[in-house]
């Protein structure tokens, strides 16, 4: 991607942060959000401040798409002008004078290009989490399908939902715009392959939310990945706390599609990389599932069976092996001794006495 011209309509060379900014802005904005706001106004002051998203987030640790995230958040609060090209690719990012909501907007500020065309493949930024206050719990309990929706998360958590609870759920419902039904089977196919954790699931739900899952007709349409092998695949890993990249879910198509493997079976080959390389490898199981394919495996039934045929051969030749080792000793051993007297000893040289000569000597006295 091609750089981009970083510019101001202010003279200020510093990095000087607005009251404004501070007062008004800051304390509803993303962490994030804000670390990359400060870090444009830092890039102001370099003699050529032009720089790339890729750059961008290679300095602050964060991917390309949250950058675009955190773009488009402060374009929407007006606090910067992203300009495209023809072809919808960013080319330039304006910084405009944070202004408070009570002061009247200026003429030349309309002046500025806020036109907004997404970049291709970039999603819209998602809403903030934020804390409901004690009155809009109350008001979204009151609606019949949250009401429901609360009674049968609260039966699968098995505990009352506390506050983080009630705000992560009523996020996804208010400020992700995801249906009651739909956060009933989130929490339910998370719960159902161990994932407890309120974290987990609202990392879930994000993911849902950017490829635009709002209710349960979208989950049906949805990709394999959010169905059984998709989970077969993470808990086989060890994977939590995150989603699949695009690349990882390109396996799981090829192993459900091209290979026609079920869950159980992309499961076992998961297994079993874990136990290999101690990591969670997808091209190892990659290997493993197409060496089943090349066999004509079809299910898990079939490479337990091979597992047993095999572990029976390697008996049985191990027990071979072992008769065979005995056996070579003693058929040397006979070959060895060949006629000698059983009852000599064959450590020491063979001596013949003069029984007689030795008595007459004695007798003599010597």
Known sequence: MADI??????????????NVFIDEYMKEANGEYVKIYLYLLRALSQENPDFSISH???????????????LNYWSKKKLLSLEYDDEGELQGICLLEPRSAAA??????????????????VPSPLPTKRNYSPSEILELKEQSDVGEMLFVIERYFGHPLNTTELNTIFYWYDGLGMSAGLISRLVETCIDKGHNSVHYM????????????KNIDDFRDAPPMYSRVYYAVTK??????RVLTKAETEYIDRWTGEYGFDEELIGEACKRTILKTGKASFPYAESILKSWKMQGVKNLGEVLLADENRAAAGRVAGSVAGSQTKAQPRKEQRASQGNKNP?????FDERSYDFANIEAQILAGK
């Open 104 to 121: 009247p907007m200026d003429e030349d500020v309309s002046v500025v290009k806020t036109t907004f065309f997404p970049p291709r493949d």
């Open 236 to 241: 086989g890993f060890g994977i939590s706390g």
């Open 56 to 70: 961008m987030a290679d300095e602050l640790d964060h991917t390309q798409r949250d950058i675009r995230r955190a």
């Open 343 to 347: 009852l000599s000893l064959h450590n």
């Open 202 to 213: 609202n990392t879930v739900a994000l993911d849902w939310a950017t490829k635009g899952i």
């Open 5 to 18: 011209t970083l510019h101001t309509k202010t003279d200020n060379q510093v990095t000087c942060v607005s």
